[in-house]
């Protein structure tokens, strides 16, 4: 601690990101990353832009980002707003609609990352207990508030809700702001982007995208939100008092050609969907709890063991998971979805961990 630190900064308990281990031989099922790499398209495009160029600042509105993502989801230009990764993009969201009179409201088990803004930028905040299978109640999102935010499928459970539930909430919350921070949406969820298309779509609905999971290119850093033109307008106004260089030329490359190859992203996220279905039945067959899952993690426990002691064994043989000492979740582990030899190389760790 410095005595230079502002209040603010003396007050903060920081986001942890997951662990980036420097081992050998490691099993790294910890930090929701794809075991797949980008789209080739997507590394071309990169290194294309590996010229004397590079020496100009990039286009400070990502236009032809913005386009691309707007043509893939049948969106206008105006209602696509871009960021350094989709934390970036949650930061403006915060402090530029959700700083309001009334307590912003998230769930009791979510990203951690959000009460951690609302320390940051002083925002009061309500929490919203999951139910007691760890799903998201809608019906009790109902009270007055300063904005509701939180992902589908929910993190760090892998639950997720229809989108006709998140329309009937937004039929009854029209007096702020609703965020659905979608990070996870390729792996089996229902994207509520399809609501802002036509001529009357909600004039309080963003939702947020990362290109950091199922396009692989958590490494770039590149996250967008989408919603009405107003509230595009408001956070492009707190990105240029910011950062207003916030992409790179080589992550606009690179996230175009991303986004362009939608037959890699399906791909992938087959894959991803086949090896967590079958991780799920192996782990059920050693008497695992798991939670039902749309995302590339499962959130699971053994009713024998506990959660810490897994996690620590798991790590004494190179693989890493996610433990999070949190109540409620204390006996969880959070465990990203690898490739098949991956899953394989867990299995037999567990399977020698609850024998031996």
Known sequence: ??????????????????????????????????????????????????????????????????????????????????????????????????????????????????PVYCKLFGIEYQTIPLGSHFEVQVEDFTTPNGGVIFPNPNAPTGRAIPRADIEALLSKNTDSVMVIDEAYVDYGTESCIPLLRGSAYPENLLVVHTLSKSRALAGLRVGFAVGHPALIEGLERVKNSFNSYPLGRLAQAGAIAAIEDQAHLETTAGKVIQTRERLVKELASMGFDTLPSTANFIFTRHPNHAGGRLYQALRDRGIIVRHFKSPRIEEFLRITIGTDDQSNELIAALTDILTG
């Open 1 to 114: 601690m410095s005595r230079f630190w502002s209040p603010v900064v003396q007050t903060l308990t920081p986001y942890v990101p997951g662990e980036q281990p420097q081992m050998e031989r490691l099993v790294k099922l910890n930090t929701n990353e794809s075991p797949y790499g980008p789209s080739p398209k997507a590394l071309a495009a990169i290194n294309q832009q590996t010229t004397d160029d590079l020496r100009l600042y990039p286009d400070p509105e990502g236009v032809a980002l913005k386009k691309a993502i707007a043509d893939l989801h049948g969106l206008d230009l105006k209602q696509v707003f871009l960021g350094n990764g989709s934390d970036e993009v949650l930061a403006h969201i915060f402090l530029g609609l959700l700083k309001q009179a009334k307590p912003v409201q998230f769930p009791d088990i979510t990203y951690s990352f959000y």
